[in-house]
């Protein structure tokens, strides 16, 4: 058979007798001739294989007078195979590799994560809370938060964890069961969830009703080895899901997931919850029973969502430690964890949905330089008003919730001038930028400085 490809022949020389489907057996042609000729294919069938010491590859123009080359280097301490991506990827994109020499296009590095706080930095409501488990909500760590279906015995303590043993990172999600659950109700489940706006996600969007491929990976490591699930889900009225379930083990390693690109899946620009990205961790028969929907995003399966799933709550020795969450476009592999941000650039994407321990003040001597209402009852007791701008532009116009004055009084305001604290009365007018505050006084007003502490809530 003629042979018309480089792979087609072979590495001893006195096999390749036939060339293009001329013979060049020995006695067709002078004996060097054809040594020479069986002995160069053999050469280009090594070069073909990648099997000899050639050390340069050369891509000559149309009429050969220049080339472009890739050269290994001067000394290789190991074999090394790059497999190139199918396709060229999209405009600005770059090329990276797994660490393992699959290499694929990506998302240039800065600002891929569209996971908020995801080296577990910030924790603005306070490092540790126990007793969870009745109730959803976010509690520690900014931007991850709990919730539960129906109810359930088990109990955990949520924290910000020192990470000693995990280069590059310092902190950590750690829940930690606290009581055991031994009888769990179909419609249980304990799922600890980021939600992501649709301002935010804009970037997934391959037509307004269509998403390009993305990527979760995170760090992990558990007690013992644990089986949960990551799942991602659109919310917007979409509905659409996948799932996928990770191995856990006792030492921190990275694990990834990847969603395909999908039509009929909408992302809305606005301020609304669009995707939830949730780690299940405990669950009844409603969201076990079926098999997990790991292949592409369809429409939600109540029983489809956690099928193979441990239970945090099945022993009080149980821990789970959670870090590096990141997202970015593409399919694979993830990137490296998006170290580049400072602590400050995470605190400021935290306060767009929570803002605490805030201080506001109102300065004035007498009635100068203080905004003020005034109003009189049957008890001639005053109604001054303070008004406090947020640190952050809020993603909606958020809950307030006057913490205390300055001695730790609950739901109120100090005067430094008198000592006294003054109940806070009402919150008027919120916006997405300030609120205005009213306290009662009955002694007069402080002459100096009010100061009052407040939180201020726009979380999805």
Request: hydrophobic share 35%.
């Amino acid at each position: 058979m003629s042979k018309d490809k480089l792979t087609d022949y072979d590495a001893t020389a006195s096999n390749n007798t036939d060339v293009g489907g001329i013979s060049v057996a020995e006695g067709m042609l002078p004996s060097g001739v054809n040594n020479a000729i069986r002995e160069q294919m053999s050469h280009l069938k090594d070069f073909a294989s990648g099997t000899t010491g050639i050390d340069v590859l050369s891509l000559a123009d149309d009429d050969a007078s220049h080339a472009i080359k890739l050269q290994a280097p001067s000394a290789v301490t190991a074999d090394t195979t790059f497999t190139l991506p199918d396709g060229d990827g999209a405009s600005g994109q770059t090329m990276i590799t797994d660490g393992a020499g699959t290499l694929a296009w990506a998302a240039p590095y800065g600002n891929r994560n569209l996971i908020i706080n995801g080296a577990m930095q910030v924790a603005q409501r306070g490092t540790s809370v126990t007793e969870l488990g009745a109730t959803d909500g976010y509690f520690t760590l900014d931007r991850f938060k709990v919730a539960f279906g129906a109810a359930s015995a088990g109990r955990f303590t949520m924290s910000q964890s020192t990470v000693t043993d995990l280069a590059g990172f310092s902190n950590a999600l750690k829940l930690d069961c606290t009581t055991i659950d031994t009888s769990i109700a179909a419609g249980e489940l304990f799922v600890l969830q980021h939600v992501l706006e649709g301002f935010n996600l804009q970037r997934l969007k391959a037509s307004s009703t269509s998403t390009q491929a993305f990527t979760l990976s995170f760090y992990a490591k558990s007690n013992a080895s644990r089986a949960i699930a990551t799942e991602f889900e659109f919310t917007n009225g979409t509905n659409r899901q996948i799932s996928k379930l990770h191995t856990i083990g006792t030492s921190w390693a990275r694990y990834t997931m990847t969603v395909p690109a999908a039509s009929s899946t909408q992302i809305d620009d606005d301020n609304s919850a669009e995707l939830t990205m949730s780690f299940w961790l405990h669950a009844g028969n409603t969201y076990t029973s079926g098999t997990i929907n790991d292949d592409a995003l369809a429409p939600t399966t109540s029983a489809n969502r956690a099928p193979g799933i441990g239970s945090l709550f099945a022993s009080t020795d149980n821990t789970l430690e959670i870090t590096g969450v990141q997202l970015e476009v593409g399919s694979g592999p993830a990137t490296p964890f998006e170290h580049p941000r400072s602590y400050g650039d995470e605190l400021i994407r935290c306060q767009r949905y929570f803002e605490g321990g805030t201080r506001a003040n109102s300065s004035h001597t007498g009635n100068a330089g203080a905004i003020w209402t005034q109003k009189n009852d049957s008890s001639s007791r005053s109604f001054p008003q303070m008004n406090a701008e947020y640190k952050v532009f809020k993603r909606a116009t958020p809950t307030v919730t006057i913490e205390s004055g300055q001695d730790g009084t609950a739901n109120s305001i100090s005067g430094y001038s008198s000592g006294t604290n003054y109940t806070v009365t009402s919150i008027q007018s919120p916006s997405p930028s300030y609120v205005c505050s009213y306290f009662q006084t009955t002694g007069g007003l402080p002459d100096q400085i009010t100061v009052g502490y407040y939180t201020a809530d726009a979380e999805l």
